[in-house]
Nanobody, 120 residues
Framework: QVQLAESGGGLVQAGGSLRRSCAAS????????LGWFRQAPGKEREFVGVISGNGLTLYEDSVKGRFTISRDSAKNSAYLQMNSLNTEDTAVYYC??????????????WGQGTQVTVSS
């Protein structure tokens, strides 16, 4: 079992930055890929990006070059650095632990989700 605790959401103006954190406890953190997903009102949950246990990353096209995922195994944590935010990035953001995949079905453990709101 893995527990994920998220922090770092909030309100930011367009063009600004936020950093999301996801702290894991339980089973060996390095065995899992850490993915980030988001869900905007009235929309389905969508893939944002993922980092594998050995640091490989994959991003959704709309966030490439703006968002960066990293992890610190010593702290059992992963991070989502979001730059150049725009109003379309407004959503509830979730971290998840599982397989290195774009599909939410491949993730077994989920954080509680945190709202990110970008104002114009």
């Amino acid at each position: 079992q893995v527990q994920l605790a998220e922090s770092g959401g909030g309100l930011v103006q367009a063009g600004g930055s936020l950093r999301r954190s996801c702290a894991a406890s339980g089973r060996t953190f390095s065995n899992y890929a850490l993915g980030w997903f988001r869900q905007a009102p009235g929309k389905e949950r969508e893939f944002v990006g993922v980092i594998s246990g050995n640091g490989l990353t994959l991003y959704e096209d709309s966030v490439k070059g703006r968002f960066t995922i990293s992890r610190d195994s010593a702290k059992n944590s992963a991070y989502l650095q979001m730059n150049s935010l725009n109003t379309e990035d407004t959503a509830v953001y979730y971290c998840a632990a599982g397989y290195y995949s774009r599909s939410s079905n491949r993730y077994d453990y989920w954080g509680q989700g945190t709202q990110v709101t970008v104002s114009s």
